[in-house]
């Protein structure tokens, strides 16, 4: 069954190459920036929505099997690796810090469903 993690990858695509065009799409509900982020964040966001293009596409596209386990796993890895470091940032913004890591944990609890569901089929 690869439908889910497709559907993720694609709608993560999506998200990536939205936040490479309006960065604060991204910066401005983790709390990073205002309507239009400085330089750094924007520049950091953009990378951001790079792998997530890459990774999104990557889901959509690999062969059913290992490839397409490990780009889940990836997908998942980046997840949780933006929620830890969310959790662990001096954000001054208690609330958006936290809509941070539970957005990060959640997509990665969404992928970890379409792992399962990509291991079934």
């Given at each position: ?22 960065p604060a799409v991204f910066s401005r509900p983790a709390g ?54 969310f959790a662990l940032s001096d954000n001054n913004d ?28």
């Amino acid at each position: 069954m690869t439908w889910l993690p497709r559907t993720l990858g694609v709608l993560t695509a999506i998200y990536g190459a939205t936040t490479l065009v309006r960065p604060a799409v991204f910066s401005r509900p983790a709390g990073l920036s205002g309507d239009e982020p400085p330089a750094p964040v924007g520049i950091l966001v953009r990378a951001v929505g790079v792998r997530d293009v890459a990774n999104g596409l990557a889901m959509a596209l690999a062969p059913a099997g290992p490839a397409l386990r490990l780009a889940v796993a990836a997908r998942i890895a980046a997840d949780l690796g933006d929620a830890t470091v969310f959790a662990l940032s001096d954000n001054n913004d208690a609330d958006a810090r936290r809509k941070a890591v539970g957005v990060g944990v959640g997509w990665g609890a969404l992928n970890l469903l379409g792992l399962l569901a990509a291991r079934r089929g």
